[in-house]
């Protein structure tokens, strides 16, 4: 679990800027589920069978003898709350969250105990534009974010029908190497012999490359429906690799999966995994609703866009006021309050100091100007302008045309963000 540090913590707030605005763009609203829920409610939907639900949940019995689970996912909170709300009922819904889930899992790079998803699930649309739609969500934040190098992986795991005959061949065939399976792969052998296809275990990976595929399994209509999903990504010029390996490591998902990869992370290349999931809003408890999403791991997301060089903006510090003597003081604390109300960011020398103290606190602070004030420029009213990062030159600006001199000066920063904040 990992503190996010001041100096991380801007990076983090643009990317969550840019994914808010992306979902505007694309109708998604915001939910925001509690980060704990009843145990039963992830067991019945990730599946009692997967690594999530027998390994790396946070688990424990409250005061009230109550199993809860510290969220490992948010996509069965999600559901739980739009039937319970009656967001789903007679009508569709597009929800998106972002926020930290638990998962017991090895620490190790990009994978941590506590990270954060971010999440779009629409609800009520049958797809395959839905299905569509949610990639060209996907390719447009990747873009916005200026991130390159991930690929989409596509699959379909058929329609029910199909899929059931599938899992007899699968194990049909693995029931012959049951020994040489891992111990997880063993034990899901006879009851979700799907599973063991998303395995890690090398050996049993290897057992794999001669199983029945499912591709050969599946029926016309899963058929159909994976061809309309192409036919859509090619429309809008999104590149895609059909890997019919593809199965997810949760169980609630039919028909279309799908991952967003890069081979820029070392072994944690998954960014963003999704699907459809028919079936879940009814086995929760509400009435039939279609449904697909995906997740999006924003701790892998922020190391690609920094390890693809891209630039991030930084908290900018744009003015620092160092003053002397009371009445400087006092003339400081206007003079600051009135720049920021014009959109400048202001740091404000406090707790005293001598001149030469408090500009080297105005440069360690990263401002792009100081401010000077003492007894002279209080009766001259008029301020001491430093450029701290440029040719280093001063100028005596007067009180009242210290923020349009400065506006001026920094010709992005202000104005902008004033725009920005409305
Ligand atoms: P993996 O195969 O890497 O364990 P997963 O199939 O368990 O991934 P999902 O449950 O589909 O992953 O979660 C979606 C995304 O969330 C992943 O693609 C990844 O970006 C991110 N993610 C999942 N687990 C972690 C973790 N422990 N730490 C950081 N990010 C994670
Ligand atoms: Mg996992």
């Known amino acids: 679990m990992n503190d996010i540090l001041p100096g991380n913590s801007a990076a983090w707030r643009h990317v969550e800027r840019v994914i808010a605005d992306t979902c505007v763009a694309y109708g998604y609203q915001e939910i925001r589920p509690p980060l704990l829920e009843r145990t039963e409610l992830f067991k019945r939907s990730i599946g009692e069978q997967t690594d999530i639900v027998e390994k790396e949940m946070y688990t424990f019995v409250d005061n009230n003898g109550e199993s809860v689970t510290l969220r490992p996912e948010a996509t069965a909170s999600c559901v739980r709350a739009g039937v319970e709300h009656g967001l789903l009922h007679n009508r569709q819904a597009k929800l998106w969250y972002l926020g930290p889930m638990f998962r017991h899992e090895k620490p190790q790079k990009g994978r941590y105990r506590q990270f954060h998803q971010f999440g779009i699930e629409a609800l009520g649309w049958p797809g395959p534009d839905a299905d569509a739609e949610l990639q ?77 595929r499912l591709a050969d399994f599946l029926d016309d209509d899963a058929v159909a429906r994976f061809d309309r999903l192409r036919a859509y990504l090619d429309t809008v010029g999104i590149e895609y690799h059909v890997n019919d390996r593809l199965v997810r490591g949760l169980d609630y998902y039919t028909s279309i999966v799908f991952e967003w990869v890069t081979d820029r992370l070392g072994a944690q290349g998954a960014v963003c995994a999704g699907g459809r999931y028919d079936g879940l809003v009814e086995q929760l408890g509400g009435r039939a609703t279609p449904a697909a999403g995906f997740a999006l791991g924003i701790e892998r997301l922020l190391e690609l866009v920094a390890v693809e060089g891209r630039e991030i903006p930084v908290d900018a510090c744009d003015v620092f006021i160092a003053s002397l003597g009371d009445a400087a003081e006092l003339a400081g604390a206007r003079l600051a309050e009135s720049l920021r109300s ?42 001491s302008v430093k450029d701290l990062r440029g040719d280093g030159g001063q100028a005596s600006v007067s009180f009242d045309d210290l923020a349009a001199h400065l506006r001026r000066a920094l010709p992005n920063a202000p104005a902008a963000r004033a725009a920005a904040n409305g």
């Open 136 to 212: 060209m969500f996907a390719a447009r934040l990747f873009d916005s974010l200026g991130v390159r190098s991930v690929k989409l992986e596509i699959n379909t795991l058929g329609s029910d029908g199909c899929r059931a005959a599938y899992r007899d061949a699968l194990h049909g065939y693995l029931s012959r190497y049951r020994n040489d399976l891992d111990e997880d792969s063993q034990r899901r052998l006879d009851r979700n012999p799907l599973r063991i296809l998303d395995s890690k275990d090398e050996k049993t990976r290897a057992l794999l490359t001669d199983a029945p």
């Open 342 to 383: 014009g959109g400048v960011n202001v740091l404000v020398n406090l707790g005293g100091g001598g001149f030469k103290k408090q500009l080297k606190r105005a440069d360690a602070s990263g401002a792009r100007f100081a401010v000077i004030l003492g007894d002279d420029e209080v009766a001259a009213q008029s301020a």
